[in-house]
């Protein structure tokens, strides 16, 4: 493709236009009827499964699906990122993220330089510091070991590492190292946030991490001012360099803000926010409360999926089926939305996360050379643990919106509860629905199947269900730290394949910034209401209206 050519002008992108009107004549009742199509749409790799026969498609649509990827160049996009090619070229960036798990005897360059030691030289700093911390030689301002931690962070800074936490909460091992401690998260800007985080903690005991890629983000470094305010009005201004250290790229704005830069823990320019989770920004909050060595198995994880998303053709690639089954609905069917549905409350922040990794990567109007797109990119996700989710909102997903859905099971729990006399133990429990709703939503129920039932006729309408309703299932061999970074970067790639065939750039995100820049000329007029009296002015007649209500 020449390079404002657009991926919809090309022969296989046309191809699967029509294609999609053929596949819509065939139910999936009768797509799932063919064995032989059953077997091909399974594919296993390091413990997972992933089963999406019950994606309307099929085998030749994944033919036409890989010659899309071809005209996409999906292969030399994916070695451009891998190669540290500037690929984020709005920002004149490389996207490095899985030099952050790569091992350490690993090459992997950007601008012909190695990343990988400076990687571990950070890894290593942080192995260092949470020891130091977890085995109380390093101590607060008055002796006392810091058992506590909040980092405060938002977006990228925030909610990967939360994800990880609630995911390792309960795993045995976790939950092991990090007895009687606690970490906790503060993201908003609300004073109810600040207030929730800091309620029950002590000063005393209390490590804080600033984490902020730019260090300039309003709302972190207005709560990190917060809670060094909560520590210095405490302990004294001097508590500061024994009770708060920094994560970010920006170590001149570390050293200002008034943390000993020898406290800070560096990330690179190449690692994009909602990328960060295998950077310090999570896993130092994550070594902190777990230990290095629990982290280093998360990381070890994502760099299995790495090595299989670099190095495994097309047809057994995950994270590629998983991307061209995404793009299939959202561009050929037109499904707008994704849901994204684990049958574990530990991952009951993995949507959340995933939110943010694919609506700010590919939530885009304009290729990557900036030509306005005729056809729409990204998609909505969201999501909540089974079963929670089925008493809430999958009724819609059952009888009204089609919303392809992404079904996340894990075969051994992290915490195993056999009540006596009860043979079915309540992991099967949960796991007989993570197996019977893709059937629901696959075949549906007939008008014929009712009538046999006897159902009275003027509910037939009301209990039909047409069926025919794609998702895939995931299935985990555990939940452990190594399963949590396995899943992580399955997204993470899938996403990025997205982004790919779509021709965009999923590395930037200026769509943040005119929120941004219209809240500091808020900012600056609540300022002068409030210290000079100055009327507001200069906005439109609604939101003068309501600021000035709101000064009152
Ligand atoms: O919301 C936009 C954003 O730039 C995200 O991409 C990023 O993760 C977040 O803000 C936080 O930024 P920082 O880590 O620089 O504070």
Redesign the pocket.
């Known amino acids: 493709m020449a390079s404002t050519a657009l991926i919809c002008d090309t022969e296989p992108w046309k191809d699967l236009k029509s294609h999609v009107e053929d596949i819509k004549k065939t139910h999936l009742r009768n797509l799932m009827n063919d064995v032989d199509r059953c077997k091909s749409m399974m594919v296993e790799f390091d413990g997972l499964i992933l089963d999406y026969t019950r994606q309307c498609a099929r085998k030749d649509t994944m033919q036409k699906l890989f010659k899309l990827a071809e005209a996409a160049r999906i292969d030399e996009k994916i070695n451009r990122m891998f190669n540290g090619e500037r690929i984020n070229s709005t920002e004149n960036r490389s996207v490095l993220h899985v030099a952050l798990r790569a091992a350490r005897d690993t090459t992997i360059c950007s601008d012909g330089k190695n990343v990988v030691p400076d990687v571990w030289n950070v890894l290593d700093k942080i192995n260092d510091f949470s020891e130091k911390v977890r085995s109380g030689s390093w101590v607060g301002a008055t002796g006392k070991a810091l058992k506590d931690v909040v980092a405060v ?7 990967g590492p939360l994800f990880v936490h609630t995911a390792l909460q309960t795993d045995p091992e976790a939950a092991e190292y990090a007895k009687g401690r606690q970490l906790r998260f503060l993201a908003n800007v609300d004073p109810i946030d600040v207030a929730r985080n800091i309620r029950g903690l002590n000063p005393e005991t209390t490590l804080v991490v600033v ?7 309003a ?2 470094m207005l709560n990190a001012r917060t809670l060094r305010e909560w520590i210095s009005a405490a302990l004294g201004p001097q508590a500061i360099a024994k009770h708060m250290v920094a994560v ?1 790229t920006n170590l001149p704005l570390v050293d200002k803000f008034g943390i000993d830069p020898a406290n800070a823990f560096a990330f690179w320019d190449w690692v ?3 990328y ?1 989770v295998c950077s310090a ?1 999570g896993v130092l909050p994550l070594s902190l409360q777990y230990g290095f060595s629990v982290v280093h198995k998360f990381l070890n994880g994502a760099a299995s999926i790495d090595n299989h998303f670099k190095s495994t053709p097309f047809e057994k690639n995950i994270p590629v089926l998983l991307g061209l089954l995404s793009v299939w609905n959202v561009s050929f069917f037109g499904y707008p939305a994704r849901a994204i549905l684990p049958y574990s409350q530990a991952l009951e922040k993995f949507a959340p996360h995933i939110q ?1 990794v694919s609506m ?1 990567s590919n939530g885009k109007g304009v290729s990557i050379d900036g030509v306005p797109l005729p056809f729409e990119a990204g998609e909505i996700d969201f999501g909540e643990p089974g079963t929670n989710g089925q008493h809430s909102f999958y009724q819609l997903i059952h009888q009204g919106r089609i919303i392809p859905c992404d079904f996340i099971g894990v075969m051994k729990t992290q915490q195993p509860v056999y009540l006596k006399g009860e043979v079915v133990s309540n992991h099967d429990e949960l796991m007989s629905n993570f197996f019977a709703q893709p059937d629901a939503l696959a075949y549906g129920k007939t008008p014929e199947q009712l009538l046999s039932e006897k159902v009275p006729n003027h509910l037939i309408p009301h209990k039909t269900f047409s069926g025919n309703r794609p998702s895939l299932s995931l299935l985990l061999p555990a939940l452990s730290a190594y399963n949590i970074g396995q899943l992580l970067a399955i997204y993470e790639h899938r996403i990025a394949v997205e982004g790919f065939i779509w021709g965009i750039n999923s590395f930037d ?1 200026w769509g ?1 910034e005119l929120g ?1 820049s219209l809240a500091s000329q808020v900012r600056k007029q609540l300022n002068l209401s409030r210290t000079k009296k100055e009327p507001v002015q200069g906005f439109n007649f609604s939101t003068t209206t309501l600021l000035t209500r709101y000064l009152e």
């Open positions: 962070g938002i977006g990228g800074s925030f909610l984490v902020s890629k730019t260090f300039t983000t709302e972190t970010s994009g926010g909602r960060s920004v943010q700010e995100q943040v941004k």
